[in-house]
């Protein structure tokens, strides 16, 4: 069995993005991103009550003890006190989505309980509890109920903004939670494409890992090189349109932090608190 480091004590500021930081101020505790909260509350609460009554199938230890026995590891791992109830759904989503009704609570689709293997589920729990942890689900469900109004653009650029940072922020809280790089990258890559059977046989190991995130982001940064303006323009038109930044950046951004951030971070906490 993997050893995984109990990080106890630690405290959102250790991982959150620092342009999620920079943007707190200007967009969460604006009155205009406020008013929207508050407005999709009472309607999301609904919403969410109806689809877990008559969409959604709950799970139970007894019905998948796989699947929670990873949860209450990732929850104990990120010092979350708070088992979420867990729901699935027939879709080919391949996240974990964190929500909120009442209480905090997960869904995944059948296609994650087909597809994940051990190591990418503690990376998907991971980053759903870390969501809940910096506070990021009500603004999430904020953003699903954004209406395509003209007057709303700027307001609406400005908080995606904030979310692919937030989002940022809760893939290094997958990366601690897994605390395997290979694991990590399969969870990306398959956003990008890539069958999770292809990637476990492409990188087994953390150094594996690297070294193909490594080589891919080259590629792509030389492709982007010669296509500058269209790369741009796309980076621009789903900044604007989308409530999740390109793939591709997101995996780098996740492989830096690792790089620079995450081993120091977990060394403080191997001296400090025992291993699950």
Same mark, same amino acid.
């Given at each position: 069995?993997?050893? #995984? ?5 630690? #405290? ?15 967009v ?12 999709v509350? /009472? ?20 019905t ?9 590891d990732?929850?104990?791992i990120? /010092?979350?006190?708070?088992?979420p109830?867990?729901?699935v ?14 209480k ?6 059948d296609?994650v309980?087909?597809? =994940?293997?051990?190591?990418m589920?503690y ?5 759903a509890?870390a ?26 650029m ?32 398959? &956003? ?7 990637? #476990? ?26 296509q ?14 989308y409530f ?8 780098a ?7 620079? &951030? =995450? ?6 906490? #191997?001296? &400090?608190?025992?291993y699950?």
């Open positions: 069995m993997e050893k #995984r480091i109990i990080l106890k004590g630690l #405290r959102v500021e250790e991982f959150i993005h620092p342009r999620e930081v920079q943007l707190q101020d200007s969460i505790n604006s009155p205009t991103v406020r008013k929207l909260i508050e407005s509350g /009472d309607v999301n609460l609904r919403i969410n009550k109806t689809r877990i009554q008559g969409t959604y199938i709950q799970l139970y230890p007894h998948a003890p796989r699947v929670f026995a990873i949860l209450k990732v929850c104990r990120l /010092d979350h006190s708070d088992i109830e867990l729901y759904w027939k879709s080919m989503n391949n996240s974990i989505m964190p929500c909120t009704a009442e905090d609570y997960l869904i995944l689709s296609y309980l087909e597809q =994940y293997d051990d190591g589920l990376y998907g729990f991971g980053n509890i969501m809940i942890r910096a506070g990021h689900v009500k603004l999430t469900t904020a953003a699903a109920y954004m209406g395509c109004n003209i007057w709303t653009v700027l307001p609406q400005k908080f995606k903004e904030y979310l692919h940072a937030a989002d940022a922020t809760s893939d290094r809280g997958g990366l601690l939670a897994c605390q395997s790089l290979a694991a990590a990258a399969r969870c990306h890559f398959l &956003e990008l494409g890539m069958p999770p059977a292809v990637s #476990r046989t492409m990188f087994a190991t953390d150094e594996e890992a690297a070294d193909y995130i490594e080589r891919y982001l080259f590629s792509v940064a030389e492709e982007n090189d010669r500058r303006l269209t790369t741009r323009l796309g980076e621009m038109w789903q900044s604007a349109v999740e930044a390109a793939a591709n950046l997101m995996l951004d996740m492989y830096v932090w690792y790089r620079k &951030e =995450y081993k120091p971070l977990l060394e403080k906490y #191997r001296r &400090e608190g025992g699950l």
